[in-house]
């Protein structure tokens, strides 16, 4: 008999702490919901570290946007972008993506791209525009963003894989932006 009332008086002290706590995040979230802090930055991000990129015979420079806040930001405030330099968003797993153009004033073209850098769909995307622009798969994992209408300057159509300095896009790692390291072969 006591060593229920020890239960039950321990499991009581936990309801309470756990009750104290989540009043706790409770007035966090409502602070938050009166004020909600936007994902991205209120002005152009400094630039991104870079890694090439080949595609159409053409060599790109490409910022690459790994982290919530800088993929949320991306291009937004930033005033030009030369011919081959773009943006890649790398995503942790293939999803639906959708990419819209808020703060954005430089005319896009977005590529959706497959795990593998395999052009799935390619998107103009108009300057300042906030409907989204949804994928019509849930297979992406990756954005590329380059100047409006380079992909057809350049002769690049769906279908189309977009290589790195270490080959495909799973011989990447994508938190250094240096070759994936390979697991040595059992004896």
């Not at 400094?46 to 790994?66: D, H, M, N, S, Y």
């Not at 919530?68 to 011919?83: D, S």
């Not at 995503?91 to 850098?117: I, K, Q, S, W």
Request: charged share 20%.
């Amino acid at each position: 008999m006591q060593t229920r009332f020890v239960v039950l008086g321990l499991a009581a002290l936990l309801a309470a702490a756990a009750g104290c706590h989540r009043a706790g995040h409770s007035a966090g979230t409502a602070e938050s919901a009166r004020e909600p802090r936007p994902l991205h930055l209120d002005h152009a991000q400094p630039r991104l570290p870079t890694l090439k990129l080949w595609l159409g015979g053409q060599e790109i420079t490409a910022e690459v946007a790994r982290r919530t806040v800088e993929i949320a930001t991306g291009m937004m405030f930033r005033t030009n972008l030369a011919e081959n330099e773009g943006m890649l968003f790398v995503f942790a797993r293939p999803h639906r993506a959708a990419f819209y153009m808020r703060n954005t004033t430089v005319p896009l073209t977005a590529a959706y791209l497959a795990p593998d850098g395999t052009i799935l769909e390619l998107h103009d995307l108009e300057p300042l525009n906030e409907t989204p622009v949804t994928a019509a798969t849930d297979l992406v994992q990756f954005v590329l963003e380059m100047p409006r209408g380079w992909f057809t300057r350049h002769g690049v159509q769906t279908g189309a894989v977009v290589r790195t300095p270490y080959g495909g896009f799973a011989e990447v790692d994508w938190h250094t932006l240096g070759p994936r390291a390979r697991t040595p072969p059992r004896p």
